[in-house]
């Protein structure tokens, strides 16, 4: 087999997040080096209780690293009070989270970005950066470590959208929370690929997916089974859809399979002034007067999609 693809994993760790975590490290095509952990979907305490007790779960060691607990600049548009809380629970997993036992073996760094730098350099090859919650952890890197983007292969980052928010009309959650933070990393010369919202809305299960899963996945699949009964009746008054969409999941699946999504080369930027569009991922899909800084995926093949978790619960049964 070749060479197995490092990847730290860096998360607001809510339903979809648990998802992205749990393929991830059923994939013998990636070695997940750490995790780290910001607010998002949740308090960054919480997310990081979650990201312990979801390995202790999947029985995976690795270290979490706890990191950002609001943007880099301004008040916090902190989303675990209200979207957040609506979808992923009180406790960021379904509201199910306390079935799972207190953890006991996994190590807490306390500062996310200097445990993802310790983790680049010491890594042979080129690292992958996995995002999945707000960019404040990793803008942070790129700034304090200005050199480290040469040891970073790329970013797979959940985030943004070319048509539409979901947060707010023209702004996506994760870029909502810290636009700021989000124009450094889309800058920063970092090979990225954006899985937004085109792509991520179409990375849904439904109920006959989700009881497949628990079916098949022993422990893990019952609990990923119970996890999103209210994340799926959470969506449906949002959307009006019985879809539980598992956004997270999505730029982990492109690195185990490239073949799951359709993406083009794009200049993206984030606005950082409008009055209805601070937040927006302008998207110039012709790159009319630029260079292309992203690949952005604008449609995702959901057979592929289901059939990867199907997968990777096999795995752990
Ligand atoms: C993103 O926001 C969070 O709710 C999800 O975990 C995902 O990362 C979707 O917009
Ligand atoms: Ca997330």
Not at 61 to 79: D, E, I, M, T
Not at 212 to 232: A, K, N, P, T
Not at 238 to 263: F, H, K, M
């Amino acid at each position: 087999m070749s060479q197995r693809i490092p990847v730290i994993i860096d998360t607001d760790m809510g339903v979809d997040d648990a998802y992205a975590v749990m393929l991830a490290f059923s994939s013998p095509l990636l070695k997940v080096l750490g995790i780290t952990t910001s607010y998002g979907n949740v308090a960054v305490d919480t997310s990081t209780l979650n990201a312990i007790k979801i390995l202790e779960l999947l029985e995976k060691r690795a270290r979490v690293a706890k990191g950002a607990s609001g943007p880099l600049f301004g008040k916090s548009r902190n989303y675990s009070n209200t979207r957040g809380a609506f979808l992923h629970g009180k406790d960021g997993l379904g509201n199910v989270g306390y079935t799972l036992p207190d953890p006991v073996h996994i190590e807490v760094d306390s500062d996310a970005v200097s445990y993802m730098a310790e983790l680049i350099e010491k890594e042979e090859t080129r690292v992958t950066l996995i995002s999945l919650g707000p960019l404040t952890n990793i803008a942070t890197l790129l700034i304090a470590y200005p050199d480290i983007r040469k040891r970073i292969d790329g970013i797979a980052m959940m985030g943004g959208s070319v048509y539409g928010g979901n947060m707010l009309p023209a702004g996506e959650a994760n870029i909502v929370a810290d636009p700021e933070a989000a124009q450094i990393v889309l800058q920063s010369g970092v090979r990225i690929v954006m899985c937004g919202l085109e792509s991520a809305e179409k990375a849904y299960f439904i109920k006959d997916d989700l009881e497949m899963f628990r079916l098949i996945g022993g422990s893990v699949g019952r609990f990923y089974y119970d996890m999103s009964r209210d994340y799926l009746a959470a969506n449906e008054k949002l959307t009006g859809e019985r879809r539980a969409v598992i956004y997270d999941s999505v730029p982990v699946a492109w690195l185990i399979n490239p073949a799951v999504l359709r993406t083009k080369p794009c200049y993206v930027e984030v606005d950082l002034n409008g009055q209805y569009t601070r937040a927006c991922t302008v998207t110039d899909e012709n790159c009319t007067d630029r260079r292309p800084n992203t690949m952005v995926a604008f449609d995702l093949d959901r057979d592929i999609f289901v059939k990867m978790h199907i997968d990777a619960f096999r795995r752990y049964r």
